[in-house]
C-alpha cells in the first residue's frame, strides 16, 4: 500500500531532455559499432578494408554529433 503523506520526487530532467539523451547513446553506439571489425589476424596482411570511409569519416563524425546531442541534452531546458 502507498502511503499518501510521502511526497513524490520530480525527476531532474524533462521527457524531452530524455528522449535526446536516447538519440545521443544511439548515435554514439552506430559510431562505435561502424568502428569494429576490418582487421586481420596476421600482423604481416595489410587489410584495406581499415581504410574505408565508414571507419574514417562516418563512424567519428556520428561519436561526435552523439556527443554534442548528450550535452545538448544536459543544458537544454532543465526543470528548476
Excluded at 41 to 56: A, L
Amino acid at each position: 500500500m502507498k502511503n499518501e503523506t510521502t511526497p513524490q520526487q520530480e525527476f531532474l530532467f524533462g521527457k524531452r531532455n530524455y528522449i535526446f539523451m536516447m538519440i545521443g547513446i544511439i548515435f554514439i553506439a552506430l559510431g562505435f559499432i561502424f568502428m569494429a571489425g576490418g582487421g586481420s589476424d596476421d600482423p604481416n596482411v595489410f587489410n584495406e578494408e581499415i581504410y574505408n570511409w565508414q571507419r574514417i569519416r562516418l563512424a567519428p563524425t556520428l561519436v561526435i554529433i552523439g556527443l554534442g546531442i548528450e550535452i545538448y541534452a544536459i543544458l537544454v531546458n532543465p526543470k528548476k
